[in-house]
């Protein structure tokens, strides 16, 4: 453990940390400390892209989270996942690459008052860590696309490496019920059809922390690095200015250890939107009433902190096909597993390099939308919950979510001890408008899947089943066949100065405190349009790009 103090204390080696450590370090002149909960990421299945099906739910790369019971899902409880292991969440996440749509970042310079959130201006951070494979050769690239895609970075993009017939023919019906097909989800609209884009190299998992900390910090001697190492709360000074952040407290597997900043530095949360209000709140920053509740004394009151968590609900319809293979029946036997293992070591491909999610599309839940407000993510396999068994017969997944959901959340600790785990409530379906756009989703994935080109097929519905019609019906289905699509987004969320929920400014500072900043999916104000951690990425890069002056 070092004895000198640290400019810079980042907490939490995930999406957002990994990428600032690299930034933040490349600065010789700065001491960098970057400190995880979790283990390196040195077990295999977090490399093997199908691998984040032994990694969720898995203590030694999840924080094995769980929600309240939920009463816009009937009473149920789910699994909340998080990445606790080096690269975080993006250690075990599906790998789809998504910015978003434009209007989300000009809503979010819109809420925060400051343009460096409009599209234009996070493009810019969104290429500089971009390594896009159609750029590769950019003689064969499309014209413009080198104005929207980066090709210097260290965050690899690359296509998929398997298709399924039935999943074209998804595609092919999207198309016939009136969604255009697409080759780039982002380029400001991903409205369209198309296969998604993934985070992976040669068929192996892209995490943070091979895109940003290997080489590079490991070979910096002005940074350190601590794994199973769990920040417990803020050291916090009074000055005549008011708190200061002076230092954190971190319990190592060697004991409890309080490094400490230099005079200037700053200690950044990247713990995501469990983690980082959940530190805020131990530290005594938070929401009065919760914080005297527990007998916590309450340094600055941040009734922001916690609340405002939004997600994206995917409502599961499943569909049972005949005449095409899905993963159901192609994993069912041992030949299977094992020629689809052989596939994997021979080519890195077939279903052992898939994401859990292949095809996409956005569409409009309504023609009056003027933007899409729905995300499909379309999987050739089916089963109860992710964790129970794939289905015995062969058929697909039709996951819909809705992009903008006005249903509002929290995270909120339980105890003054950072050991237990703090209660999750997204309130999924909560307001009537998001009930109204789950209805209104399952009848446009009926109609979608009633195209010629999925007839061949025979699709039969098997959840929520044709038997269910009404608006009302529906909207109660999807709280039976609906779950986390793992996109907790707002709980630090950032705003203007007289907006009394914010809890960080524009630039990330911590309300009423001096050294701290927040800086990961937490402060987004409102969920993007899409998949979260690219998103979270560019967040981490503007920071980066104005520590560095
Ligand atoms: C199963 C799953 C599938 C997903 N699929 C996709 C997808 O396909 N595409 C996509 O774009 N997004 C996806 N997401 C969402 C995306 O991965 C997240 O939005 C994003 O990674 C969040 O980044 P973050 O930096 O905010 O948090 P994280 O990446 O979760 O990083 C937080 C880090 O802080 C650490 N930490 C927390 N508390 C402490 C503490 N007290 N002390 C020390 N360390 C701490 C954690 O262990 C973790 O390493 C998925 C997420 C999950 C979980």
């Not at 309130?427 to 307001?431: D, M, V």
């Given at each position: 453990m070092s004895k000198e103090g640290f400019d810079y204390i980042i907490v939490g080696a995930g999406t957002a940390g990994c990428l600032l450590a690299n930034r933040l370090s490349a600065d010789p002149g700065k001491r960098v400390l970057l400190i995880e909960a979790g283990g390196k990421d040195d077990y295999h299945w977090v490399h093997i892209p199908v691998g984040y099906l032994h990694c969720i739910g898995n203590p030694r790369t999840d924080w094995c989270f769980q929600t309240e019971a939920e009463p816009g899902l009937n009473g149920r409880r789910l699994r909340y996942p998080r990445g606790k292991v080096l690269g975080g969440s993006s250690s075990i996440n599906g790998m789809i690459y998504m910015r978003g749509q434009s209007r989300d970042y000009d809503n979010w310079a819109q809420a925060t008052g400051d343009d460096t959130w409009r599209w234009e201006r996070v493009l810019r951070a969104f290429r500089r860590h971009e390594h896009h494979w159609r750029l590769d050769d950019p003689k064969t690239a499309p014209a413009g696309f080198a104005e929207m895609h980066g090709h210097k970075g260290e965050w690899r993009v690359e296509q998929q490496r398997l298709r399924w017939p039935i999943l074209d023919a998804f595609a092919a019906a999207c198309s016939q019920a009136g969604i255009p097909a697409t080759s780039d989800f982002n380029a400001g609209t991903n409205e369209g059809v198309g296969y998604f884009e993934v985070n992976q190299k040669k068929g192996l998992r892209w995490n943070t922390a091979k895109a940003f900390l290997r080489p590079t910090c490991f070979g910096r001697p002005n940074f350190e690095m601590w794994t199973g190492a769990q920040v417990r709360k803020l050291r916090l000074m009074h000055d005549d200015a008011g708190p200061r952040c002076a230092g954190v407290e971190v319990l190592t597997p060697h004991g409890v250890e309080q490094p400490w900043l230099n005079a200037g530095g700053e200690v950044i949360l990247c713990a995501g939107s469990v983690g980082s209000p959940q530190i805020l709140q131990l530290s005594g920053l938070g929401p009065a009433p919760l914080l005297q509740g527990l007998g916590i004394k309450v340094t600055q009151e941040l009734p922001g902190v916690g609340a405002n968590l939004q997600d994206h609900l995917q409502i599961r319809a499943v569909y049972k096909v005949r005449g095409a293979r899905t993963l159901n029946t192609r994993a069912a036997s041992l030949v299977g597993k094992a020629l689809i293992g052989l596939e994997y070591a021979l080519r890195r491909s077939g279903p052992m390099s898939m994401a859990p999610s292949q095809l996409g599309a956005f569409t409009r839940s309504?023609?009056?939308?003027?933007?899409?407000?729905l995300e499909y993510h379309v999987q050739p396999l089916s089963l109860d919950a992710f964790g129970e068994p794939l289905h015995g017969f062969d058929a697909f997944t039709a996951s819909v979510c809705n992009l903008n959901p006005t249903s509002r959340g929290t995270v909120h600790i339980?105890?003054?001890?950072?050991?237990v785990a703090p209660a999750i409530q997204p309130?999924?379906?909560?307001?009537d408008e998001d009930r109204r756009v789950a209805a209104e989703s399952l009848k446009l994935t009926r109609r979608i899947v009633a195209q010629p080109a999925l007839a061949a097929f025979q699709p039969e519905e098997y959840?929520?089943?044709?038997q269910f019609q009404t608006d009302e019906e529906l909207a109660r289905l999807a709280g039976d066949i609906g779950t986390t699509i793992f996109h907790p987004v707002g709980t630090c969320r950032m705003g203007r100065?007289?907006?009394?929920?914010?809890?960080?400014d524009s630039r990330l500072r911590v309300r009423g405190v001096t050294g701290l900043r927040v800086a990961d999916a937490s402060v987004m104000p409102t969920i993007t349009s899409g998949n979260t951690a690219s998103p979270t990425l560019m967040i981490a890069e503007k920071l980066a790009g104005w520590l560095a002056g």
């Open positions: 309504s023609p009056d939308r003027l933007w899409p407000d339980t105890s003054p001890d950072a050991a309130r999924y379906l909560s307001t959840k929520p089943g044709p100065k007289d907006d009394p929920g914010a809890v960080v």
